[in-house]
């Protein structure tokens, strides 16, 4: 909102909040001196909230409008299939977004939709902004804003970290497809939001990592972290040796090892959420060339 800075005489002062688009607001009369220092109001915005954008996701479609709105207006939202067919859905959004006194605002909703593909949003005009200002009834095509990035990770046949930034903070469904150097890929979904992803990847070369996620309007900062390793390499040297074995032998017997490197991840190679003698027996069959 920026600052400003007021010196004046004693006596009885008010400030005048004036901005284009916003009504005009005023503090208290407020007694110079004391100082009257943070003297601060939030504006509200005489401007009707529209939406900017019905983007196609995974299983549905997220709506992004222009201003903040009371997530409790937005239960009349009618979303249809290319023939008109009214869908389900479930309506999700973010949370962390409150006004001073706790309520919660939100841009962008998440509708999940069963039953068929959405093609057609409809808001009401019963769908209110954070001021109570209503919309205009909109009928909104849903489209499909997926943006796509190829990136080349460093240390990809060890631990490979990428971190991409993409438009939305919103929890929605993103896909990730490693591309290996034979021509073949792998692929694994993950949240937008979730900020964090491991991706086990075999021991083929890893040519590129190819990102996708829906980029929505007016929102920046959101970033994934795709973190890459060998299953089996529990010490991050880039292979898998009889110290990888031990190691997860000695976690499986809850020995202490000391402070070394060791990737959780990468010792569950039986994947069942737990570092087991299974782990260790076939992480040796794979240092030791034997089918596992
Ligand atoms: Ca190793
Ligand atoms: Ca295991």
Redesign the pocket.
């Known amino acids: 909102m920026g600052a400003y800075a007021w010196d004046v005489p004693e006596g009885l002062w008010q400030v005048k909040y004036e901005k284009e688009g916003y009504e005009t607001a005023y503090s208290d009369w407020l007694p110079v001196p004391p100082p009257q220092l943070d003297v601060n109001i939030g504006l509200i915005s005489t401007e009707k909230p529209t939406v900017l954008s019905a983007s196609k996701i995974s299983n549905g479609v997220a709506v992004t409008f222009s201003q903040y709105m009371q997530p409790d207006t937005l239960k009349e939202i009618t979303v249809t299939d290319a023939a008109g067919k009214n869908l389900d859905y479930e309506l999700s959004y973010a949370t962390d977004e409150t006004a001073p006194d706790g309520t919660v605002y939100a841009k962008v909703f998440t509708l999940t939709v069963s039953g068929g593909t959405a093609d057609s949003v409809t808001v009401p005009g019963t769908a209110k902004n954070y001021a109570g200002t209503s919309i205009d009834k909109v009928a909104v095509k849903v489209t499909d804003n997926t943006e796509k990035k190829t990136v080349i990770p460093d240390g990809i046949e060890n631990t490979g970290k990428v971190t991409v930034e993409f438009g939305s903070p919103a929890p929605i469904d993103g896909v990730l497809t490693v591309l290996y150097d034979d021509g073949t890929t792998a692929q694994t979904t993950y949240k937008i939001g979730d900020m964090s992803v491991s991706s086990q990847i075999s021991t083929k070369k890893v040519k590129s990592v190819e990102i996708s996620a829906v980029a929505l309007p007016e929102i920046k900062g959101a970033y994934i972290t795709a973190v890459f390793y060998i299953p089996g390499?529990?010490?991050?040297?880039g292979?898998?040796?009889l110290?990888?074995a031990i190691q997860v032998l000695k976690k499986a017997m809850n020995v202490d090892m000391g402070s070394g490197e060791f990737n959780e991840a990468a010792a569950d190679v039986v994947q069942d959420g737990n570092i087991t003698l299974d782990d260790a027996i076939t992480i040796l069959k794979i240092a030791t060339n034997v089918a596992v």
């Open positions: 390499d529990v010490n991050g040297s292979e898998v040796t110290d990888d």
